[in-house]
């Protein structure tokens, strides 16, 4: 394996952090936590860097060994470990790979079915995943840059229309819904940062400064949620907000630039499915090799099961609402157990 940039490294993380926000992420988060949204963006970003730490001490842990070489040495069952890790990971690759297909299909090909985009996202992932590990990495950070620009664009076009009274009045309910939000931020998008211990940190360039960059893109990515969530109910209000599946593409269908550069959701389309395919890629990359089952059998898996669970989006709703909660849940035990074995060797 050729080395990875450390900047390509970082902004890799700071991608797949982002890519379920834009979706059923800033969806769940309106619901659990309404108006105090905001509120739970700024307790998940401190509760993060339990996270970030316990990510830390694995990544340095034999940094010459990939997640799945530490597994082995610290358990002795290590082969049910691997198992539910990724079971875990696969069932919530399909709730991602649903939300973006079908916001695909509902936005745009209401008449086509959407096993087609389902298949050609699917081609894409198999082709990048057929060269290099450094080529998922290198793509990642043409597009992060990309996206920096169209989050830039999207954010200028929209401020004139923010209504900061929406966004009140704040913690009439107390202080239990923002931390339920908070919770939800970190299964349904901070959860996703333990996929990159597939990489081991030897496999980095420069990666006495990896620590660093990585809070830097933890606290970027928080800046561009609450961003996105002072847009989004400033601008609808939270009721009509709490109504849309995905309520930031709502917003930016009302943005214009200089009042006549229009369709700016277009940006945030392009932007998420960016992210989507980057996070994907790496989750049938990581899978692969804890299992060494082929790419191509996990992208068709994928797409069969989609196709047999999720029949409509009130099912899928109702599935991922217990799907990722459990999965994320057995995660983050396992990742726990991991680093309490570390610790417990020294």
């Given at each position: 394996?050729?080395?990875?940039n450390l900047?390509e490294?970082?902004?890799?993380?700071?991608m797949?952090?982002?890519?379920?926000?834009?979706?059923?992420?800033?969806?769940n988060l309106?619901?659990?936590?309404?108006?105090?949204?905001?509120?739970?963006?700024?307790?998940?970003?401190i509760l993060s860097?339990?996270?970030?730490?316990?990510f830390i001490?694995?990544?340095d842990?034999?940094?010459?060994?990939?997640?799945?070489?530490?597994i082995?040495?610290l358990?002795?069952?290590?082969?049910l470990?691997?198992i539910?890790?990724?079971?875990?990971?696969?069932?919530m690759?399909?709730?991602l790979s649903?939300?973006?297909?079908?916001?695909i299909?509902?936005?745009?090909?209401?008449e086509t079915p959407?096993?087609?985009?389902?298949?050609i996202?699917?081609?894409?992932?198999i082709?990048?995943?057929?060269?290099?590990i450094?080529?998922?990495f290198?793509?990642s950070?043409?597009?992060?840059y990309?996206?920096i620009i169209?989050?830039?664009?999207?954010?200028f076009?929209?401020?004139?229309?923010i209504e900061l009274?929406?966004m009140l009045?704040?913690?009439?309910?107390g202080i239990n819904r923002?931390?339920?939000?908070?919770?939800?931020i970190?299964?349904?998008?901070?959860?996703?940062?333990?996929?990159?211990?597939?990489?081991p940190?030897?496999n980095?360039?420069?990666n006495?400064?990896?620590n660093?960059g990585?809070i830097?893109?933890m606290t970027l990515?928080?800046i561009l949620f609450?961003?996105?969530?002072?847009?989004?109910?400033g601008?609808?209000?939270?009721d009509l907000a709490?109504?849309?599946h995905?309520?930031?593409?709502?917003v930016m269908?009302e943005v214009?630039?200089?009042?006549?550069?229009d369709?700016i959701e277009?940006f945030?389309?392009?932007?998420?499915?960016f992210?989507?395919f980057?996070?994907?890629?790496?989750?049938?990359?990581?899978?692969n090799?804890?299992?060494?089952i082929k790419?191509?059998?996990?992208v068709?898996?994928?797409i069969?099961?989609?196709v047999?669970i999720?029949?409509n989006?009130?099912l899928?709703?109702?599935i991922?609402k217990?799907?990722?909660p459990?999965s994320?849940t057995i995660?983050?035990?396992?990742?726990i157990?991991?680093?309490?074995?570390?610790?417990k060797?020294?």
């Amino acid at each position: 394996m050729h080395k990875i940039n450390l900047l390509e490294y970082v902004s890799t993380f700071f991608m797949i952090i982002m890519a379920p926000f834009l979706g059923m992420g800033l969806y769940n988060l309106l619901i659990k936590a309404s108006i105090d949204s905001s509120i739970s963006v700024i307790i998940g970003y401190i509760l993060s860097f339990a996270f970030l730490i316990i990510f830390i001490r694995i990544n340095d842990y034999k940094s010459n060994l990939d997640l799945k070489d530490k597994i082995n040495v610290l358990f002795k069952r290590s082969k049910l470990i691997i198992i539910l890790f990724s079971i875990a990971l696969f069932s919530m690759s399909l709730c991602l790979s649903y939300n973006i297909n079908n916001f695909i299909i509902s936005q745009f090909l209401s008449e086509t079915p959407i096993i087609y985009t389902m298949i050609i996202l699917g081609m894409l992932i198999i082709f990048i995943n057929s060269k290099d590990i450094t080529s998922i990495f290198r793509v990642s950070n043409f597009l992060f840059y990309i996206n920096i620009i169209l989050i830039m664009i999207a954010i200028f076009g929209e401020y004139n229309k923010i209504e900061l009274i929406n966004m009140l009045p704040i913690l009439t309910n107390g202080i239990n819904r923002p931390i339920i939000g908070s919770v939800y931020i970190l299964i349904f998008q901070i959860i996703y940062m333990f996929i990159l211990l597939i990489i081991p940190k030897d496999n980095v360039s420069n990666n006495k400064h990896m620590n660093i960059g990585l809070i830097i893109a933890m606290t970027l990515a928080f800046i561009l949620f609450l961003i996105i969530i002072i847009y989004t109910i400033g601008s609808l209000g939270i009721d009509l907000a709490m109504k849309y599946h995905y309520p930031a593409y709502i917003v930016m269908k009302e943005v214009s630039i200089f009042g006549f550069i229009d369709k700016i959701e277009n940006f945030i389309i392009i932007h998420w499915v960016f992210e989507m395919f980057i996070l994907l890629s790496l989750i049938t990359y990581f899978i692969n090799k804890l299992t060494n089952i082929k790419n191509y059998i996990l992208v068709i898996l994928n797409i069969i099961l989609c196709v047999i669970i999720f029949r409509n989006s009130t099912l899928y709703n109702t599935i991922t609402k217990v799907l990722i909660p459990i999965s994320s849940t057995i995660i983050l035990i396992i990742i726990i157990m991991i680093y309490l074995k570390i610790k417990k060797t020294g």
